[in-house]
C-alpha cells in the first residue's frame, strides 16, 4: 500500500495542468486469445449505460462473446458469482469482509476481484472519496493519517485536544470535537478501513449522522449535516466529502507519515491515489482453482482495465478512470 501510494504521488505531479485525458496514459487492450461464448454480468445498478458501451467496444475486438446482463445492485453482486447466477459481478466499491467470506463459504476459496475505476471526486452516488474538513478558522491546515487514527479512533493512542495537534493559544485546552457518518454507512466502513485500520475502535464521542429526507422524498446526504455541524463548531474536525462543503469549513491536506508529501484532495489526486482516502470500484469472478477464469471472462477482465475501457469511464465522467500503476497491478492478478 505505501509503494503504491508512493508512485501515486509521482504520478499526480504528471497530471496536474494535463486536461483529464488520463485514460491516455493507459495500455491499450491487446487480446491474448479469441474467446467465445456467453458472459452474464451482474450488481451495480448505477453503470447499466456504462456496462453496455464496455461490453460493445469489448465485442469488436471479441465478436463471438455476448452478454446478458442483470444489475439489481452492488449489494446482491457477490452473491450473483458464487451461486452461479453470473460470471462477473460489478461492485460499485471496494467489496466488504463478509461478502468475501460469504464467497469462501460457499466455495472454500476466495474470489477474484479486479479494479475496473476509481471511484469519483465529488459525485453523488459513485463511491466518492472522503476528506477531512475543520473550521474555516481552524489554525490546523495539514494531518499525517496517523494523526488521523489517533483523533478519530478509539485504540490505545489518542489525540483529543487541539494542544496535542500543535495548536497554541487558549484553543490548546479546548477538546477537539469529532463529527462523521454514522458507523453503518459504506463511507463509515472504507474511513474505518484505511484510517483507522480496520480496528472498528472509534473515538468515544464522535457525533454521527445518517441520510435524511426531502418533504418529497429525496435523500439528503450526511454529509450536509456533518459539515453544518462543523461549521458551528470551532473545535470541530469531520470527515465528509467536498460535495457538502460550506463556506466556514475547509479541507486538510493529508500525509501518509510527518515527513510528507502533504496532499490536498483534488480530482488529479483522486484519481493518482497520491490523496489517501481515495475509493474504488470493483468486478469480481470465479477463479476456479485448478481450472483458472473462464478464458471470455478473463479477456473480459482485462479489458476492463484497458485504455478504451477507461476512456469509456473518462467519457461518462461519473467515475474517474484507474491509472497506470493500479492497471498494472490488475494485469497482474490476471496472469
Known amino acids: 500500500m505505501k509503494m503504491r501510494w508512493m508512485l501515486a504521488a509521482c504520478l499526480c505531479g ?3 495542468g494535463q486536461g483529464e485525458h488520463w485514460a491516455q496514459k493507459l495500455a491499450p487492450y491487446k487480446p491474448e486469445t479469441q474467446v467465445h461464448g456467453l458472459i452474464r454480468t451482474y ?11 464496455w461490453e460493445a467496444e469489448f465485442q469488436k475486438f471479441e465478436p463471438e462473446v455476448t452478454f446478458q446482463n442483470n444489475l439489481p445492485g452492488t449489494e446482491a453482486a457477490m452473491a450473483g458469482v458464487y451461486s452461479g447466477v453470473a460470471d462477473v459481478s460489478f461492485v460499485g466499491r471496494e467489496g466488504y469482509a463478509p461478502e468475501i467470506e460469504g464467497f469462501e ?15 469519483s471526486f465529488n ?7 472522503l476528506q477531512v474538513f475543520v473550521h474555516r478558522d481552524s489554525p490546523v491546515t495539514q494531518l499525517t493519517m496517523e494523526q488521523c487514527k489517533e483523533i478519530f479512533g478509539g485504540g490505545e493512542k489518542r489525540i483529543r485536544t487541539w494542544g496535542e495537534l500543535g495548536v497554541k493559544g487558549p484553543q490548546a485546552s479546548h ?4 463529527y462523521g457518518y454514522n458507523f453503518d454507512t459504506g463511507m463509515a466502513g472504507y474511513f474505518n478501513r484505511v484510517v483507522l485500520g480496520g480496528s472498528g475502535r472509534w473515538n468515544e464521542d464522535l457525533k454521527d449522522y445518517d441520510n435524511g429526507h426531502q418533504p418529497d422524498g429525496e435523500v439528503i446526504n450526511a454529509g450536509v449535516y456533518i459539515l453544518q455541524a462543523l461549521a458551528k463548531d470551532a473545535d470541530g474536525i469531520a470527515f465528509a ?3 457538502y462543503e460550506n463556506p466556514q469549513v475547509k479541507t486538510v491536506a493529508l500525509a501518509m507519515t510527518a ?3 502533504y496532499v490536498e484532495p483534488t480530482r488529479e489526486t483522486v484519481w493518482s491515489r497520491a490523496y489517501p482516502i481515495s475509493r474504488f470500484t470493483m468486478a469480481y469472478a470465479d477463479p476456479r482453482p485448478g481450472k483458472g477464469l ?3 471472462v478473463k479477456e473480459f477482465l482485462r479489458f476492463l482495465v484497458s485504455r478504451e475501457s477507461m476512456e469509456l469511464v473518462e467519457a461518462d465522467g461519473a467515475y474517474l478512470p484507474i491509472n497506470p500503476t493500479v492497471q498494472r497491478e490488475q494485469l497482474e492478478l490476471l496472469k
Open 43 to 53: 450488481g451495480n445498478n448505477y453503470i447499466p449505460q456504462l456496462v453496455k458501451q
Open 294 to 296: 473462464d478464458p471470455a
Open 105 to 119: 463459504e460457499v466455495k472454500r476459496y476466495p474470489p477474484l476481484g479486479v479494479e475496473i475505476s476509481s471511484g
Open 175 to 178: 477538546a477537539i470535537h469529532v
Open 259 to 261: 515527513k510528507g508529501p
Open 241 to 243: 466529502n467536498v460535495l
Open 14 to 16: 504528471t497530471a496536474v
Open 123 to 129: 459525485t453523488p452516488h459513485k463511491t466518492f472519496s
